[in-house]
C-alpha cells in the first residue's frame, strides 16, 4: 500500500476543505482559496481535522493515482497556509532585474529588456538586482513560472552566465586548451 497515500493530512486552524460533486476539492485558508478536480475513482473524505484519500483497488492506475492525489490536496492546504516560493539567482556582467510595479523587467544581455508579467496570483520580489523570488499559493503555477524566467536565459557552463535556481549547480566545462601564448 502506498505510504504517501495512506497518510492522513492534517487541516490547520482556519483553513476548510470541502469535497464537492465530481470530486472537486476546494481548500480554503488565510492567503486564498484553491481548487482542484481529482480522479473520480479516488475516494477523497473529510472527517474533523483530517483529509484522507482511499483508492478502490490495487489496480496499478490507482496506485499511482493514490500517493499523487493526496499529495496534490496536502499541497493545496500548504499552499493557503503557507504559500509556495522558488528563489532564482542572475550571474552575468549586466544581467539584472527589476521590478515595474506588479512586472518584472530583466536586462540579459540581449537588444531589448525582457519583461515578464505575472499571472493571477503570482507575485514578484526583487530583494537585490541579481535574485528574484517568485511567490504564490499554487505550487504548479509557482514552479512553472519559475521555469520560464529561467528558460530566458538558461546558465551557460562555461562562465555560468544566466539564469539559476538558487542553490542549483551548474557542471562547468574548461575553455579551449592551448589558446594560451598563441598569437
Do not use: C, W
Amino acid at each position: 500500500m502506498s505510504r504517501i497515500g495512506r497518510a492522513p493530512i492534517e487541516i490547520p486552524a482556519g483553513v476548510t476543505v470541502t469535497v464537492g460533486d465530481g470530486n472537486l476539492v476546494k481548500v480554503k485558508g488565510p492567503k486564498g482559496e484553491l481548487s482542484r478536480q481529482i480522479h473520480q475513482d479516488m475516494k477523497v473524505t473529510v472527517e474533523g481535522t483530517t483529509v484522507t484519500v482511499a483508492r478502490p483497488s490495487d489496480d496499478k492506475m490507482h496506485r499511482s493515482l493514490h500517493g499523487l492525489s493526496r499529495t496534490l490536496i496536502n499541497n493545496m492546504v500548504i499552499g493557503v497556509t503557507e504559500g509556495f516560493s522558488k528563489n532564482l539567482e542572475i550571474n552575468g556582467v549586466g544581467y539584472r532585474a527589476q521590478k515595474q510595479g506588479k512586472n518584472l523587467n530583466l536586462s540579459l544581455g540581449f537588444s531589448h529588456p525582457v519583461i515578464v508579467e505575472p499571472p493571477a496570483g503570482i507575485n514578484f520580489d526583487v530583494p537585490s538586482a541579481n535574485a528574484i523570488v517568485v511567490s504564490g499559493i499554487d505550487k504548479e503555477v509557482v514552479g512553472q513560472v519559475a521555469a520560464e524566467i529561467r528558460s530566458f536565459r538558461e546558465p551557460e557552463p562555461y562562465k555560468g552566465k544566466g539564469i539559476k535556481y538558487a542553490g542549483e549547480h551548474i557542471r562547468r566545462k574548461e575553455g579551449k586548451a592551448g589558446a594560451k601564448g598563441k598569437k
